[in-house]
């Protein structure tokens, strides 16, 4: 019998969370951002769940290549553009629309022997500092790349680096809308965050929206809002079975360090999923499981191979339990419905981290299974 522990993906949930993030932007066309394999849930496994999106988002030139293996016709976006000039053959071959984000990459345009004009997104650095034109050197730069032959359709684009947190979006709004509003072209500013909180109004929601992390279920300003708020499912659940139980008595400690002491007599059950799995490390007792569907926690270090968490309160729990480490249970049937499963996103805070990391650091090694 191999390793009792499996990742489940389900396609349900993506087609739901892509039609809450749809009616949160009405009439807005959607890019499914795929970048990092799916964030880690593998573009192969997902891709039926994201027919309903408008386009494909993504960074990486061999991702591209396996969207349209897939039968993807429609479009996609590389989200950091071209790296180098030869990228744009694959470009013009696969119909790939990209991010135009400094002045080299328009260089690579110029130079780049097409017959079929390719369509861009000039993208405005509005604050986050990282890929874009200045503001104040954007207009140079549509221009520049409104003269090239090699340049069909102009859209417009930024990222924001608060749309989650209190310091908002309207500081990059006012840039942005100074800076274009006479220009032509289609517009694209919001990812997840931006999408739920902010794309009420129009000129926020733009022409097309870019959600990636709310598509895979985890809430993009957790604890604020949990996902659970957003109507968001997840997608990626991560279980493992109990392989060994330990009684403990007050003063016995567990795992590396013996960094948690019992305080009385206590249950542990050691589950099959460590940090070669992809449970995070950092996780410190106490970080939220559920054991045959019933909530507990975690206790000690998390190790290579495995974790142990407390099945003292939960007297039927022993060799073969279902452990949920995120998402939902998939074995048992949960006997709280309200508390239904582990969101990833108190598993991420419980280690100092976000969802996403847990989603992309799910390891080869687990078995998953695709549940339509
Ligand atoms: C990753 C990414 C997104 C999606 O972000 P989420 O927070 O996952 O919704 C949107 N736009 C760009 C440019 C990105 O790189």
């Not at 744009?88 to 328009?106: D, F, G, K, P, Y």
């Not at 809002?225 to 392989?243: E, F």
Request: with cysteine.
């Amino acid at each position: 019998m191999p390793r009792p522990i499996q990742a489940t993906i389900d396609i349900q949930a993506l087609r739901h969370n892509l039609s809450q993030i749809k009616a949160a932007a009405p009439d807005a066309l959607v890019w499914g951002v795929v970048k990092a394999n799916a964030y880690g849930h593998g573009i192969e496994r997902i891709f039926e769940g994201l027919r309903a999106a408008d386009g494909i988002a993504l960074l990486d030139l061999a991702e591209a290549e396996r969207v349209r293996q897939l039968g993807w016709r429609g479009p996609i976006l590389l989200l950091e553009g071209v790296f180098e000039t030869r990228d744009l053959e694959l470009c013009s071959r696969l119909n790939l629309w990209h991010v135009v984000h400094c002045e080299a990459q328009i260089d690579m345009l110029a130079v780049h022997k097409t017959h079929q004009p390719h369509r861009v997104f000039l993208k405005m650095n509005t604050g986050m500092n990282r890929l874009g034109f200045a503001p104040q050197a954007f207009r140079a730069a549509w221009t520049r790349l409104n003269a090239l032959p090699q340049v069909d359709e102009i859209s417009l684009m930024s990222h924001f680096s608060d749309a989650d947190g209190d310091k908002g979006i309207a500081a990059a709004m006012a840039l942005f809308h100074q800076h274009t509003h006479d220009l032509s072209g289609e517009r694209s500013l919001c990812n997840s965050a931006a999408t739920l909180r902010h794309a009420k109004d129009l000129a926020v929601r733009a022409d097309w929206v870019r959600p990636g992390i709310a598509l895979y279920g985890s809430s993009p300003d957790f604890p604020l809002h949990s996902a659970h708020d957003w109507g968001l499912k997840p997608v990626m659940s991560l279980n493992a079975g109990i392989i060994g139980v330990q009684h403990l008595q007050a003063g016995d400690a567990v795992g590396y360090g013996s960094s948690f002491v019992a305080d009385r007599p206590m249950r542990i059950g050691v589950v099959a999923c460590g940090y070669a799995d992809g449970y995070p490390r950092s996780a410190a007792t106490g970080t939220p499981v559920c054991v045959d569907g019933q909530a507990s926690r975690t206790v000690g270090r998390v190790s290579m191979d495995m974790i142990t968490v407390d099945i003292t309160d939960v007297p039927h729990a022993d060799l073969g339990s279902e452990v949920t480490l995120w998402g939902l249970p998939q074995k048992t049937m949960p006997k709280v419905h309200a508390s239904v499963g582990v969101p990833i996103d108190a598993v991420a805070q419980a280690a100092g981290t976000v969802g996403y990391e847990l989603m992309c650091a799910l390891a080869a090694r687990v078995p998953v299974v695709v549940k339509d």
